[in-house]
C-alpha cells in the first residue's frame, strides 16, 4: 500500500474550495460574500491539497493580540481517521505559540467528537465559570 503525499501550505483556500468543503464536512454553509470578506481577514491559514483538491483547512482569526479564535476546521470526510485534523492544530498551535503575546485568550468552538482532539492540544471547557453564546445572521 503506497502512502499518500499531500501538499501543506499556509494560506487561505478559493473562495469556492473552502464553501465546498464546510459543506462536505458538515460545517454550516456560508455565503459567498462572507467566505470572501472572513478568508481575507484571516490571521493564519492551513489548507491541505492531495494534488489539486481542498481535502483539510483550519484558521485563526481575531485581533492579533489579545484574542484569537480557531475556526473552520475540517477534513472531507474521505480523509478522517488519517491525522489530518491534528496536523492542522499543529500548525495552527505552532503559529500561536510563536505569534500571540503573553496573556493572549485563544478560544473555539468544539463539537463532539473534535472536542477530544482539542483537548489534546491544552484546551479546556469554560463551563461552568462562563458559557459559550452565539447569534447567526
Given at each position: 500500500m503506497t502512502k499518500l503525499q499531500y501538499e501543506i501550505?499556509?494560506?487561505?483556500?478559493t473562495v469556492q474550495d473552502?464553501?465546498?468543503?464546510?459543506k462536505e464536512s458538515g460545517l454550516s454553509e456560508k455565503s459567498i460574500e462572507a467566505a470572501e470578506r472572513g478568508l481575507k481577514n484571516s490571521l493564519f491559514a492551513v489548507s491541505i491539497y492531495d494534488g489539486e483538491t481542498l481535502i483539510g483547512m483550519g484558521r485563526v482569526i481575531g485581533d492579533n493580540g489579545c484574542f484569537y479564535q480557531i475556526v473552520d476546521i475540517a477534513v472531507a470526510?474521505?480523509?478522517?481517521?488519517?491525522?489530518?485534523?491534528?496536523?492542522?492544530?499543529k500548525e495552527?498551535?505552532?503559529?500561536l505559540e510563536n505569534k500571540a503575546p503573553k496573556?493572549?485568550?485563544?478560544?473555539l468552538i468544539a463539537d463532539?467528537?473534535?472536542?477530544?482532539?482539542?483537548?489534546?492540544?491544552?484546551?479546556?471547557?469554560?463551563?461552568?465559570?462562563?458559557?459559550?453564546?452565539y447569534k447567526k445572521y
Open positions: 501550505v499556509h494560506e487561505v483556500p473552502y464553501l465546498r468543503l464546510r470526510p474521505h480523509y478522517q481517521g488519517q491525522g489530518l485534523g491534528k496536523r492542522i492544530m495552527i498551535m505552532d503559529y496573556s493572549a485568550y485563544v478560544s463532539a467528537p473534535a472536542n477530544k482532539l482539542y483537548e489534546k492540544f491544552g484546551f479546556t471547557y469554560t463551563y461552568p465559570k462562563s458559557h459559550g453564546m
